[in-house]
């Protein structure tokens, strides 16, 4: 039976959850020589990625990421951010191609595409 990094993820956070900081260091070690022995290190940056997503949805924290053609003020942010539920893990990305509006995601789903660059995609789309 093949294991998936998100089995991994969720056994290793499984197992480190309440131990102390020795122990964990242990059993870090073992699932290393764990994932050596079944020939998968080369899944540890996936598995990393799927410990992270695991280990904020257990602390109900939201990751959200703003992309933007330009930094946005600090008002513009904290307004974006007020309307999620729970703690947020907030990322700013500026990218100049983004010609103008926002993108944002949320736990690394794209919910809401308010660019420019979408609009004219979807325009592109819709005549063609």
Same mark, same amino acid.
């Given at each position: ?19 102390? @900081? ?6 870090? @070690?073992? =699932?290393?020589?764990?994932?050596? =022995? ?18 904020? /949805?257990?602390?109900?924290? +939201? /990751? ?6 330009? /930094? ?9 951010? /007020?309307? =999620? ?29 308010? +660019? ?13």
């Amino acid at each position: 039976m093949k294991i998936t990094p998100k089995q991994y993820a969720i056994s290793l956070y499984e197992i480190t959850r309440d131990a102390k @900081k020795e122990e964990s260091s242990e059993m870090i @070690k073992s =699932f290393v020589d764990l994932l050596r =022995f079944n020939n998968n290190l080369s899944m540890e940056k996936r598995i990393v990625e799927e410990y992270q997503k695991y280990c904020r /949805k257990q602390k109900g924290i +939201s /990751k959200v990421r703003i992309k933007s053609g330009e /930094k946005l003020s600090p008002e513009i942010v904290s307004s974006i951010v /007020k309307h =999620f539920a729970g703690q947020v893990e907030l990322e700013e990305e500026v990218e100049p191609n983004l010609i103008g509006g926002i993108s944002i995601e949320i736990d690394d789903d794209t919910l809401i595409d308010g +660019s420019v660059r979408k609009k004219l995609e979807n325009l592109r789309q819709a005549i063609g």
